[in-house]
């Protein structure tokens, strides 16, 4: 059925359409019954009439499958289509017709399956090209001048007008007007998203209820959607190490089989068969019975399959030896800051000496913290907005940055300082022990602590910061559990105290902090040291070295964000970690599918192969050798359409 191809061709031979395939199967199998019918006719000249119809139904099964065997002769390889000709031809030889026309429409049948395996698995990537319009209205002068052009003749920083319900050409960000787009075809995302100035915008989602103008900054041809498109595109092209192996075998297997049939053959008529007849009869059984279509498609079809279903749902593979890889991993390590958690840290207490002290001391913090460029500084002005707090409108004097420790100034007269213990040794300020004590309970909860401090005697309190977890992050971690995982470890360059607090809320098994970036790279290859398979997740940004030494490197795409398409094996298109059960899900089924199609592929061979040096019919052969090759592709396509279970 498959052709022993080079390596990035593609895994199945059959490069007709579905619906020529189809109509080549229909033809044998209704030439085969004319030919039945009019051999039994009784009419004048029944055999030849019977005879011709079978002629056609030969042509119309076995044209495709000629094709491929000499395409492959002429590169030097022999495939499983030669066996299956020269089998049929064979049939022929000894007026066994109809025995050749039902290997002939059978075979024709598996490769009509194929074809439409093929075709179901790479309709996604026509589906995900038709997404792109092929024009676009750009906009252009200070009068604002529309006009519709070719999308491939935009270049960066061009300025196209998107209006409701169309799609966007391009990748870009809004600078004009606002709207909700519809990323799913993208992301995997059911919920619209909002779009105004400054929001990013992907060609191929659908522009919600408004109209905006939006700014290219990429070329039409590197897109987000067109990266997609390729990466799909070599996944599917690119041959596991369940396939290479199968694929290694195939061209001495077929000299052994073709080698075995003639030692049949010659060994039958001496040894018992009275007529050459029934020795080329038995060596054709042999033949057909050994010939091992439904293994070499056993592993394709489910790859296939699997990679077109994870891109359905915002899953991108790389290649289908990263699905098998991913299968087969028993440990996943998280990234803490941007994977695990959100990335973008918020206040989540203020305690003051005098809780009724808490709002002032929060304006105070907040005043100060204006003039700061620390990335702590934002959640203190956010919390302060939130709660309505009234910073001073009097410029902030005296002010000092202490890098490291924090800062102060003077606030309408009030000295105020915020930062670490530190900041206050300097400047001869004693901490007061409820500040001290309340200050490492904080800490100990996994938080920063940021203690704020004035020349007012009982005006002293603390801001407290910390990176919040994905609402997403415990679920997903009790949902790897269920499907096997066996350790998950949390790797972070935050203190330990910080690691094990989010470790306990998304219960983790370990924890490794304090690393830096290359440190990392040095915990994943001690956990791989242990005979484990490994696959690290991160936020694709400052994690690449990591998500290069796992076994597979698994990044949080953002919507396609360019560093996690480059660096990672698995992007999840969407920041979404419900999106990593799915994909380990996948993966362990299309693992599970390729072992039950090997041992079923193999097993059937064996039991044909037996079954031939017992007068098994010719008939029964075929019927057991194509109806297996039916089974796994049948097998493989399931995964398409197969219910996603309840992960997270």
Known sequence: MVDATPAGSSVLSRAAPPISAAVATALCALMGLLGVALRYAGTGHAEFWAALAWVAAYVAGGLGPLRTALAALRRGHLNVDLLMIVAAAGAAAIGDWIEGVVLLFLFSLSGALEAFAMFRTTRSIDALVRL??????????????????????????????????????????????????????????????????????????????????????????????????????????????????VESWQRPYVIGVLSASLVTLVAVRIAHAA??????????????????????????????????????????????????????????????????????????????HRQADAPRLLALAATVEQRSEHPLAAPILEEARRRGAVLSTQPVKEFHSHTGLGVHARVDGVWVGVGREGLFDTHDAPLPPSLVEQAQSLRDAGRTALLVMTNLPQLYGIVAVADQIRPEAAATIAALKRLGIGRIVVLTGDHAIVGQAIARQVKADEVRAGLLPEQKVVELRRLAADREEVAMVGDGVNDAPALAAARVGIAMGGAGTDVALEVADVVLMRDDLRALPLAVWISRLACRRVRQNMIFAFAMIGVLVLSSFFSLPLWLGVLGHEGSTVIVVFNGLRLLWQRLPELA
């Open 275 to 352: 007529q050459w007849y029934d020795a080329f009869y038995h060596a054709m059984v042999l033949l057909v019975a050994a010939s091992p279509c439904a293994v070499v498609v056993g592993s394709p079809a489910v790859m296939l399959s699997a990679i077109a279903r994870a891109a359905r749902h915002g899953v991108l593979f790389k290649s289908a030896v990263h699905l098998e890889s991913l299968g087969r991993v028993n440990v996943i390590a998280f990234d803490k800051t941007g994977t695990l958690t959100t990335g973008k840290p918020i206040v989540t207490d203020v305690w003051s």
């Open 132 to 245: 792109r319009p092929d024009e676009a209205t750009i906009v252009s002068g200070e009068r604002r001048q529309q006009r519709r052009v070719p999308v491939e003749s935009l270049t960066v920083g061009d300025v196209v007008s998107v209006r409701p319900g169309e799609r966007y050409p391009v990748d870009g960000v809004v600078t004009e007007g606002e709207t909700w787009a519809d990323e799913s075809t993208l992301t995997g995302e059911s919920e619209p998203i909002a779009k105004s100035p400054g929001s990013q915008v992907f060609a191929g989602a659908m522009n919600g209820n408004g109209s905006v103008l939006v700014q290219l900054t990429k070329p039409p041809s590197d897109t987000t959607l067109q990266r997609i498109i390729r990466l799909v595109e070599e996944a599917q092209a690119q041959k596991t190490p369940t396939q290479r192996f």
